[in-house]
């Protein structure tokens, strides 16, 4: 049963950088920036630290400049990607299996997330690149996981503080409100 285990979780794993690779190719032929966030952002952080530590997601959080959304369009098509809106989500789906599940989900720079957030999405800036992938940086991930603070960012955070990755130099840069966050959820078994 193991090994039937393995090999759905490698497949798995196949398909969500297969998809990763697709929007990097994408967003480079058309000179396009984009920084990824959420799951798989904190899976690379994670498993670059403490390989075997990270878990999975299921799709892919990018952030893009709103102005370039026509660009991404086009951009995509090529590449077997699409761009959707749907229930308030802007989405680049598969063009052969459109599954907003197994989307890449799109948030826009300087823009928040959600109206009642505290932070807005960073502009785009510096990047950390993981197997040839632009990450958001860590002190900015782990701003908009306390920003977000649901059950599964803070998993995320947790899996991050464990490797080591959330330093003194990190949360100089909280506000009150993400430093009890951080508090919170460290002191959660």
């Not at 370039?68 to 680049?92: K, N, Q």
């Not at 960073?122 to 977000?148: C, N, Q, W």
């Amino acid at each position: 049963m193991a090994i039937l285990a393995n090999t759905f979780f490698e497949e798995r794993v196949e398909q969500l950088f297969d998809l990763a690779k697709r929007v990097r190719d994408a967003f480079a032929s058309a000179a396009l920036e984009y920084r990824v966030i959420g799951g798989l952002a904190a899976y690379l952080y994670v498993e670059e630290a403490q390989p075997d530590a990270g878990r999975l997601t299921r799709d892919i959080d990018i952030a893009v400049r709103r102005e370039d959304l026509a660009a991404i369009t086009s951009a995509v098509r090529p590449f077997g990607l699409e761009y959707r809106r749907g229930a308030g989500i802007d989405m680049l789906v598969q063009t052969a299996d459109p599954s907003a599940r197994r989307a890449v989900h799109l948030v826009f720079t300087g823009e928040k997330v959600r109206p009642q957030y505290e932070e807005a999405v960073p502009e785009m800036g510096a990047y950390r690149t993981i197997k040839g992938i632009h990450l958001l940086p860590i002190a900015d991930l782990v701003r908009m996981k306390l920003t977000s603070f649901r059950a599964k960012d803070e998993t995320h955070l947790k899996d991050l503080d464990e490797a080591g990755l959330i330093t003194a130099e990190v949360e100089v840069g909280l506000s009150a409100l993400q430093q009890e966050r951080l508090a919170r959820t460290r002191a959660r078994e």
